[in-house]
T-cell receptor, first 112, second 113 residues
Framework: AQSVTQLDSQVPVFEEAPVELRCNYS??????LFWYVQYPNQGLQLLLK??????LVESINGFEAEFNKSQTSFHLRKPSVHISDTAEYFC??????????FGSGTRLQVQP | NAGVTQTPKFQVLKTGQSMTLQCAQD?????MYWYRQDPGMGLRLIYY???????DKGEVPNGYNVSRLNKREFSLRLESAAPSQTSVYFC????????????FGEGSRLTVL
């Protein structure tokens, strides 16, 4: 079985401050890991993914995530957030040939 | 370049009524999925279709049926709607045998009174 835990349901942060959204997973086999972002009243969009190779992956808008196999984590970070980053962020895992399993989501609220 | 298209975007039903959510993708993907999104619970898989002609239950299939009409289309049917089925429904597709990366539609908001 595979599961995902997002430890924070809401993260308030001021503009230009750093942020970390935490994600832990459990799986008995090797995994693919994903972060999706959902802006208000929209569908989910892929932010970044870890498939293999380098454990640090980056998105085009400044987010990065690091795969830590020993801690079974895939935390999402950004050194300086913008108002436009306000959204809900979902961590997801795929183990083997199973469909993606999603975490419960973290709502990032960037304040001026 | 439409990607994944869902209809309708909004629907209000009375308890006991039936309805079908439609989904179509134009990316030539083999696999299609239906998820529901509820506050604080993330997305939960209802049904999926790994390829044309096959369907399988996900985490929360009770009260739903699906049809994989052809490679492009995957519909979700509520035979007798219940208030517990009030939710936002997302259709998604992916390449079969790939990484599992999902491409989502914009969602269908369903309210059951």
């Amino acid at each position: 079985a595979q599961s995902v835990t997002q430890l924070d349901s809401q993260v308030p942060v001021f503009e230009e401050a750093p942020v970390e959204l935490r994600c832990n997973y459990s799986s008995s086999v090797s995994v693919y890991l994903f972060w999706y972002v959902q802006y208000p009243n929209q569908g989910l969009q892929l932010l970044l993914k870890y498939l293999s190779g380098s454990t640090l992956v980056e998105s085009i808008n400044g987010f990065e995530a690091e795969f830590n196999k020993s801690q079974t984590s895939f935390h999402l970070r950004k050194p300086s957030v913008h108002i436009s980053d306000t959204a809900e962020y979902f961590c997801a895992v795929r183990a083997g040939r199973r469909a993606l399993t999603f975490g419960s989501g973290t709502r990032l609220q960037v304040q001026p | 370049n439409a990607g994944v298209t869902q209809t309708p975007k909004f629907q209000v039903l009375k308890t006991g009524q039936s309805m079908t959510l439609q989904c179509a993708q134009d990316m030539n993907h083999n696999s299609m999925y239906w998820y529901r999104q509820d506050p604080g619970m993330g997305l939960r898989l209802i049904y999926y279709s790994a390829s044309e002609g096959t369907t399988d239950k996900g985490e929360v299939p009770n009260g739903y049926n699906v049809s994989r009409l052809n490679k492009r289309e995957f519909s979700l049917r509520l035979e007798s709607a219940a208030p517990s089925q009030t939710s936002v429904y997302f259709c998604a597709s992916s390449e079969r045998g790939g990484t599992g990366e999902l491409f989502f539609g914009e969602g269908s908001r369903l309210t059951v009174l």
